[in-house]
């Protein structure tokens, strides 16, 4: 069993940076590839970023790149989304979960979301 906590959202203004965090509680997190996914208000959950075990090889999805980077540090459990250049439409709850990445199949493990807003 993995939990996941998010953490690091809040209120930035339009081009600002925000570093959301996520800490698997368990012994198996380094054995997880981790995600990132997010909902933004009347809209679908959408994929955002992932990482495999080893953080050697990362995905991410088209709107982000170049604005996100997901890393993790398997010693402290933890999978981090740094989000730079934010723009209002990227306002949205993000989950980070545990499963293979690139958003196609599901998920072993979901944590319950930190807010993003991004003010215009």
């Known amino acids: 069993q993995v939990q996941l906590v998010e953490s690091g959202g809040g209120l930035v203004q339009a081009g600002g940076s925000l570093r959301l965090s996520c800490v698997a509680s368990?012994?198996?997190?380094?054995?997880?590839?981790m995600n990132w996914f997010r909902q933004g208000p009347g809209k679908e959950r959408e994929y955002v970023a992932g990482i495999n075990w080893s953080g050697r090889s990362t995905y991410y999805a088209d709107f982000v790149k170049g604005r996100f980077t997901i890393s993790r540090d398997n010693a402290k459990n933890t999978v981090y989304l740094q989000m730079n250049s934010l723009k209002p439409e990227d306002t949205a709850v993000y989950y980070c979960?545990?499963?293979?990445?690139?958003?196609?199949?599901?998920?072993?493990?979901w944590g319950k979301g930190t807010l993003v807003t991004v003010s215009s």
């Open positions: 979960a545990a499963g293979p990445v690139g958003g196609h199949s599901s998920m072993d493990y």
């Open positions: 368990g012994r198996t997190f380094s054995s997880y590839a």
